[in-house]
């Protein structure tokens, strides 16, 4: 576990809920752990939520899934911030972390701030996090509003000068640093870690050893390096996974490592390279759920298309009733098993083979809070 996610824990632990609504939290938790320990394809009220707040977005990345079919096929809109509030209702006081970001540019919901305002209402304990690509003309002028509410604001970082506007096409390498440089320092002292998240694609993996000055050069603390996930990618296949076992890309995250420790003022975390593939590596059925902007709970942040899955309408039947219907409760069960789902395949949790990368570095499997 990252040094950061430890800070997390315990921020968190500093400010559990308090009275009877204590006494729900440890309920939960009990619930939890119980249906965890007799296998039960049953789930407790989740610790841990991602509400899509919208997928509309200011870019296009050759990264990002909304640019491919099912991307195409979606249905677009922003989650009406009442029903945002009915579903936080309802996980608290038993969630520990709400993420208020999804396929869209968070920072396009006019409501982020009342949103954020309204979770913090409930709880100075629950952990929040959003990612931006830092190319709004308000982003500065926003994320830094929300720097002293918020715990974690990731921004979207992959590649450097030309790279960078390759991979995430409607950009402006210039404007989106001057940016970053203003979100860090306006957040120095405050309560959000500032952190870059760099999807390797085989058009930038070559710079992750820049990234990491960049983020040193720019004030940001944290960087995170995941692989490109093609599960909702339909213009490639697995056979995109090689790149990430070639010997070059393991030189080159090896260096991108020496790179972080010779100037020591930047965490580094990567994906976890080394857990054996398969549906069992992936903890999306049991925690970290995903509801889209219009309230459909999907399996994942990775494949977030109600169209291709989703379990149910968490505003019409509410957020327990859609995490324990028929349908999840077989998807839980295939996760017993080890047998992937149709939906899955190709997600580089089940179709990557692991890998050793032989870095002593923490490892991220999912959404970094």
Same mark, same amino acid.
């Given at each position: 576990m990252s040094n950061r996610r430890i800070?997390?824990?315990?921020?968190?632990?500093?400010?559990?809920?308090?009275?009877?609504?204590?006494?729900?939290?440890?309920?939960?938790?009990?619930?939890?752990?119980?249906?965890?320990f007799?296998?039960?394809?049953?789930?407790?009220?989740p610790n841990s939520i991602m509400l899509e707040v919208t997928n509309h977005c200011n870019l296009r990345c050759i990264t990002c899934p909304r640019e491919y079919l099912y991307g195409h &096929?979606?249905?677009?809109?922003?989650?009406?911030?009442? !029903?945002?509030?009915?579903?936080?209702? &309802?996980?608290?006081?038993?969630?520990?972390?709400?993420?208020?970001?999804?396929?869209?540019?968070?920072?396009?919901?006019?409501?982020?701030? &009342?949103?954020?305002?309204?979770?913090?209402?409930?709880s100075k304990g629950i952990i929040i996090f959003i990612s931006i690509n830092a190319h709004l003309p308000n982003s500065v002028e926003v994320a830094s509003r929300l720097?002293?509410?918020?715990?974690?604001?990731?921004?979207?970082?992959?590649?450097?000068?030309?790279?960078? #506007?390759?991979?995430?096409?409607?950009?402006?390498?210039s404007f989106f640093i001057k940016n970053v440089a203003a979100i860090a320092q306006?957040?120095?002292?405050?309560?959000?870690?500032?952190?870059?998240?760099?999807?390797?694609?085989? #058009?930038?993996?070559?710079?992750?050893?820049e990234v990491v000055e960049v983020a040193v050069n720019t004030g940001v603390k944290y960087l995170n390096i995941t692989p490109f996930n093609v599960a909702s990618v339909t213009a490639h296949n697995v056979g995109y996974y090689k790149l990430f076992m070639s010997k070059d890309f393991k030189q080159q995250l090896q260096k991108a490592k020496q790179k972080a420790n010779e100037l020591g003022n930047v965490d580094f975390t990567v994906w976890d390279f080394k857990s054996k593939e398969g549906f069992q590596k992936c903890n999306f059925p049991?925690?970290?759920?995903?509801?889209?902007?219009?309230?459909?709970?999907?399996?994942?942040?990775?494949?977030?298309?109600?169209?291709?899955?989703?379990?149910?309408?968490?505003?019409?039947d509410g957020l327990l009733h859609c995490l324990n219907t028929d349908d999840? !409760?077989?998807?839980?069960?295939?996760?017993?098993?080890n047998e992937t789902p149709k939906f899955c395949e190709k997600c580089h949790m089940i179709d990557m083979p692991a890998i050793?990368?032989?870095?002593?570095?923490?490892?991220i499997e999912k959404p970094v809070y």
């Open positions: 800070s997390k824990a315990i921020k968190r632990l500093k400010s559990l809920p308090i009275g009877s609504d204590f006494f729900k939290y440890s309920y939960n938790k009990a619930k939890h752990y119980s249906y965890k007799s296998r039960s394809t049953k789930v407790a009220y &096929e979606m249905a677009k809109g922003f989650m009406p911030i009442e !029903q945002l509030k009915k579903v936080v209702d &309802e996980a608290y006081p038993y969630v520990d972390s709400i993420g208020l970001t999804g396929l869209g540019e968070t920072l396009m919901y006019k409501q982020i701030e &009342e949103a954020v305002d309204y979770i913090r209402c409930k720097a002293d509410k918020i715990d974690t604001i990731q921004i979207s970082m992959d590649g450097v000068e030309d790279i960078y #506007e390759t991979v995430r096409l409607k950009s402006d390498y306006n957040a120095k002292d405050k309560r959000a870690d500032i952190m870059f998240n760099f999807v390797a694609v085989k #058009e930038n993996y070559h710079q992750m050893a049991w925690s970290h759920y995903y509801v889209s902007w219009d309230g459909f709970m999907t399996p994942c942040c990775a494949k977030p298309f109600p169209k291709e899955l989703n379990f149910g309408n968490v505003f019409k999840y !409760q077989h998807f839980r069960q295939q996760w017993y098993k050793d990368m032989q870095l002593d570095l923490p490892s």
